[in-house]
């Protein structure tokens, strides 16, 4: 009854408009569709390339109390672009505790540029939450009457 449980949503959208505006377009839809499917889940966690940087959203990021986590900072390993997030509705999911950064794999590992995209052209991102369910560990024993 204490843990955390969520529904993770993955995706890579298509690199280039205008496809990848319309799959943005329909993820609002996928993100609705997966947070309303019957089971009672409120912690929706959308997550993935989404080849678009959080201005570029469109309908997804008009859905109401969308958060995100990376905003001005690249998440391409060669710096440039915004790419890479992971979305939530911050009403529902106040497990995050407000930490995420994307990983800098050139400087961590001490590789080259031309090291570093033969393991990708995408930096890890990541985002912290609580093990707990809303945030906070429920009564560990009961005061006796």
Same mark, same amino acid.
């Given at each position: 009854?204490?843990?955390?449980?969520?529904?993770l949503?993955?995706?890579?959208?298509?690199?280039e408009?205008?496809?990848?505006?319309?799959?943005?377009n @329909?993820?609002?839809? @996928?993100?609705?569709?997966?947070r309303?499917?019957?089971?009672?889940?409120?912690?929706?966690?959308? *997550?993935?390339d989404l080849n678009?940087?959080p201005?570029?959203?469109?309908? *997804?990021?008009?859905v109401?109390? !969308?958060?995100?986590?990376?905003?001005?900072? $690249?998440?391409? /390993?060669?710096?440039?672009?915004?790419?890479?997030?992971?979305?939530?509705?911050?009403?529902?999911t106040?497990?995050?505790?407000g930490?995420?950064?994307v /990983?800098?794999?050139?400087?961590?590992?001490?590789?080259?540029?031309?090291?570093?995209?033969? !393991?990708?052209?995408?930096?890890? !991102?990541?985002?912290?939450?609580s @093990?707990?369910?809303?945030g906070?560990?429920? $009564?560990?024993?009961?005061?006796?009457?």
């Open positions: 009854n204490e843990a955390f449980t969520f529904t949503i993955d995706i890579h959208t298509a690199p408009p205008p496809e990848r505006d319309h799959e943005l @329909v993820l609002d839809d @996928v993100f609705r569709a997966v309303d499917d019957g089971r009672g889940e409120d912690d929706i966690i959308l *997550l993935g678009a940087s201005e570029q959203f469109g309908q *997804l990021g008009s109401p109390y !969308i958060s995100y986590v990376i905003s001005g900072k $690249p998440t391409n /390993m060669r710096g440039t672009k915004t790419y890479d997030n992971l979305l939530f509705d911050r009403r529902a106040t497990e995050f505790i930490r995420a950064d /990983m800098d794999v050139q400087r961590e590992f001490n590789l080259t540029l031309e090291q570093a995209l033969l !393991i990708s052209d995408h930096c890890p !991102i990541w985002a912290e939450f @093990v707990y369910e809303g906070r560990p429920g $009564p560990v024993a009961a005061r006796p009457q």
